[in-house]
């Protein structure tokens, strides 16, 4: 959701109210700031392995700095295979320390209109541990292997070092800067989609703007380049979900 200028300063003291009543943290505490500051000076070793020369890029909101998840492709054979990675956030956080306390009171970030109450601080979400251009970062690479059908499959998991090559926003991004596959990947996501019954429902973009002095709750269809972007997310859990199966195991 989205606010224009004009509305934001309308809604503060109402969301300052929503926050308060909801018991939405505004802020961490200091130990919690003082672990995050030290987290984000550790660099990252031997328990990464170096892929900082594949070509990963991120696809998301122009403005967005918390950049979790990247992604390269290549062509094998007739399978299209994704290497999909997560900001390897658990290697700045430890079992009890203050980070992963308050990361577990939190559960989840809370998204308001103007702000977001983030699991961490933001020289980590934002900083060390996002995947931001040009700089190398810690990750967990997931290798998924899609079939002609849109079938797949986990070939591999391993914590990385990787580099993000292009920072792509979805409503500037062209056909020729993603990697080659990207619009075949989600044809055949699609096409998997469609075999099991089960099509994606989208639902649209919510936006508040200020019409005529009021505050508009107003909607705009999600982007092509949105919906090509969340195929790649539903296809590594897919193929971890039947892993985990497999394995008859998981959370």
């Known amino acids: 959701m989205r606010v224009d200028s004009g509305a934001r300063e309308l809604m503060v003291r109402g969301l300052d109210r929503i926050r308060e ?28 392995r170096d892929r900082t020369a594949e070509r990963f890029v991120t696809l998301d909101p122009a403005s967005s700095v918390d950049l979790d ?28 320390d203050p980070l992963d306390r308050e990361a577990f009171e939190r559960a989840v970030t809370v ?27 810690p990750a967990v690479v997931f ?39 990207f619009a075949e990947l989600h044809r055949r996501i699609q096409l998997a ?15 508040i703007a200020r019409v005529d002095g009021r505050l508009r709750l107003q909607f705009r269809p999600r982007l092509e380049s949105e919906e090509q972007n969340a195929a790649l997310s539903l296809a590594t859990n897919l193929a971890v979900g039947q ?9």
Do not use: M
Not at 26 to 47: E, N, S, W
């Open 21 to 48: 009543e909801c018991g939405i943290p505004t802020g961490f505490p200091a130990d919690v700031l003082v672990a995050a500051d030290a987290a984000a000076k550790l660099t990252p070793g031997r328990d990464h």
């Open 69 to 96: 998840q990247a992604f390269a492709i290549e062509v094998s054979g007739r399978d299209i295979v994704l290497h999909y990675a997560i900001a390897d956030v658990g290697w700045f956080v430890h079992p009890g």
């Open 111 to 137: 998204y308001l209109p103007d702000e977001r109450a983030t699991l961490y601080p933001t020289v980590l979400s934002e900083g060390a541990a996002s995947l931001l251009p040009d700089v190398d970062r």
């Open 143 to 181: 290798t998924v292997r899609v079939g002609p059908d849109g079938g797949a499959r986990l070939d591999g998991v391993e914590r990385a070092l990787i580099r993000n090559h292009a920072k792509l926003a979805y409503g500037s991004v062209t056909a020729d800067d993603v990697p080659d596959g």
């Open 193 to 207: 989609e469609e075999a099991r019954g089960a099509p994606r429902v989208e639902f649209p973009e919510q936006e």
């Open 243 to 251: 892993a985990l199966l497999a394995a008859r195991t998981g959370l």
